[in-house]
């Protein structure tokens, strides 16, 4: 019996004794053996032979269906755990059983710490109530086909991490009753892609109706505090002036604070971010030695940064703030952004720049138009004046006209003062702004008169105006000084090349107005001196005529006088007279 199981474990084996015993009989059945049969009745074999022949017909189907269960079930793991998709499998009340490798990555327990256990041990502590009671009623309900059998929900990793997933149930019944599988997806990414679209949309929307520049970076700013439930959002721009970065505008507490900080050349992470063209994150920017000024972050030490690239051109950098982490996936979205912020700010820059040049243009057209129509210098330079200080967006501005006998720099005209005391000015060449201005045939400025009140020789004059800044071109014509075109504002004014060569044009413009103006008014004066010359000619020679005979002495001054009566009553003017 032994050898014949060790080799041939199919085949019924059946003892056939005479004097096999009860206890033999019973050990031989447990060892294996099919029947046994006792010599003395041997009318029972045959019915045993048959009897053992089926029994081993049915150990082999069953063989057969366990090795083909067994084949449909490595194939049905095998495919299982090739899925992108978490495959659970419960009974109905929700005690896993089975999960495949994709589940097992997704949620991270082990098989010995998730079977066995109910379903909704995946799920967030704040959340399993409700959704106990949803698969509860999918449990119940399954057979009902209007049931919806998917639902989005959130997970819980083993580290206490959620994530969104979607959950399809199905069943399938046996024997022992209803199971069910539940596919799981994390849908991490498909919600962030929905999170970029909605933001993205809500952007375009909210920049829709921006018309200015001001208008669209105030609409950016506030859309990432709000989609980012962030502290602060700031914008720094590459300052043309002092040169670094300079954080224009900001939101949130921590924006706030940062707005205004110019950071200089070659310091901290905007510049870089500009350079590289290349995002940030770091979710300890707080000890970060190459953030400038870490400590206005406050609490919110979570920062990222991206790069405003239009045309293939960094323009700016945009930034975000807060208490929490900030993912990838976040500065994924925020560079999304910038993206359409950097287009809608490139437009609108060149929209306003062209803008301001027509206006430009017209101011300069305006100008031609005053010294073409008008000698009146007074006229010209009340013209002028409003073109500046509108143009320009100062306060105030004033023209010094040059003494050629004094050498000084007198008061000629000015707008925008509250006192009158700019009328007293007497600058001598070389003497303050004004008159190095004159002297050096340079623009001169003064962004501080606060801390420059030494150097500025009309303090006193100005002493209630409250003007910070100061700026001052000579009036050049013909490679002559004509004069100064000066402005004051009550700001400290940050100006880029552009108005600087724009503040000259008009100084030009200005020394030719002068320069016409003036030779109008030598020629005009000449005129009348030559006119007076040539009456005084004409009288000279009638007395002369006169005191060759006594007796017609006065008599050309007679016919004259006769003459123009004469005329006078032809009806005929002064002019034709």
Not at 33 to 43: E, H
Not at 199 to 228: G, M, N, P, Y
Not at 236 to 265: D, S, W
């Amino acid at each position: 019996l032994h050898y014949i199981r060790e080799r041939y474990s199919d085949i019924p084996f059946i003892f056939i004794s005479g004097t096999m015993g009860e206890d033999a009989a019973i050990q031989a059945l447990t060892e294996g053996a099919t029947d046994y049969v006792l010599k003395q009745k041997l009318s029972r074999l045959a019915p045993a032979v048959l009897r053992a022949l089926r029994d081993a017909e049915n150990r082999a189907e069953r063989r057969r269906a366990e090795e083909t269960l067994r084949e449909s079930e490595e194939r049905f793991r095998a495919v299982a755990n090739s899925a992108n998709d978490g495959i659970i499998s419960t009974n109905s009340q929700g005690i896993m059983f089975y999960w495949n490798k994709t589940a097992h990555a997704m949620f991270g327990y082990t098989d010995d710490e998730i079977l066995g256990q109910s379903l909704i041990m995946l799920m967030p502590e704040r959340y399993q109530e409700k959704y106990q009671d949803v698969l509860k009623h999918w449990f119940t309900n399954y057979e009902n086909r209007q049931l919806s059998k998917t639902v989005e929900a959130v997970g819980r990793r083993k580290d206490g991490s959620e994530f969104p997933i979607e959950l399809s149930v199905g069943s399938w019944n046996t024997r022992e009753g209803t199971f069910f599988t539940g596919i799981v997806r994390d849908i991490t990414e498909r919600k962030h892609h929905e999170l970029e679209r909605e933001a993205i949309i809500s952007v375009s929307k909210a920049l829709r109706q921006a018309t200015t520049r001001t208008e669209i970076l105030t609409v950016i700013l506030d859309q990432l505090v709000e989609l980012f439930e962030a502290d602060g959002s700031m914008l720094g721009l590459p300052n043309q002036i002092v040169g670094g970065i300079t954080v224009e505008m900001g939101r949130g507490v921590v924006g706030e604070r940062f707005t205004g900080l110019n950071i200089p050349q070659g310091e901290g992470v905007s510049g870089w971010v500009i350079s590289n063209k290349k995002p940030y994150l770091n979710n300890n920017a707080d000890i970060d030695s190459l953030f400038y000024h870490s400590d206005l972050l406050g609490d919110s030490h979570c920062v990222a940064s991206v790069p405003l690239i239009a045309q293939e051109r960094a323009i700016g950098v945009l930034w975000i703030a807060r208490k929490n982490d900030i993912t990838e996936q976040d500065a994924r979205l925020l560079n999304a952004i910038a993206d359409i912020a950097a287009n809608a700010i490139h437009r609108v820059t060149l929209y306003e720049r062209t803008e301001q040049q027509l206006h430009h243009l017209i101011a300069l057209h305006q100008i031609d138009i005053a010294i073409s129509t008008n000698f009146d210098i007074s006229v010209i330079l009340n013209v002028i004046l409003n073109n500046v200080r509108d143009e320009l967006e100062v306060d105030a501005a004033s023209i010094l006209l040059l003494d050629p006998v004094t050498h000084t720099l007198d008061y000629a005209a000015g707008i925008g003062y509250r006192a009158r005391g700019i009328e007293q000015s007497h600058v001598k060449l070389g003497d303050g702004y004004a008159g190095t201005a004159a002297l050096e045939y340079r623009t001169v400025s003064c962004p501080d008169l606060r801390v420059a009140r030494g150097t500025f020789s009309r303090s006193s004059l100005l002493a209630d105006e409250g003007f910070v800044s100061h700026y001052a071109t000579p009036l050049l014509a013909k490679g002559q000084v004509k004069g100064v075109l000066e402005i004051f504002h009550r700001k400290t004014l940050e100006l880029e090349s552009e108005w600087i060569s724009y503040f000259e044009t008009l100084a030009t413009q200005s020394a030719i107005a002068i320069e016409s103006a003036s030779l109008f008014e030598n020629l005009q004066r000449s005129n009348i001196e030559l006119t007076l010359a040539y009456d005084a000619t004409i009288e000279g020679w009638s007395r002369a005529l006169d005191l060759r005979d006594r007796e017609t002495e006065g008599h050309t001054q007679r016919v004259t006088e006769m003459v123009l009566k004469l005329a006078e009553k032809m009806g005929m003017s002064d002019a034709k007279k």
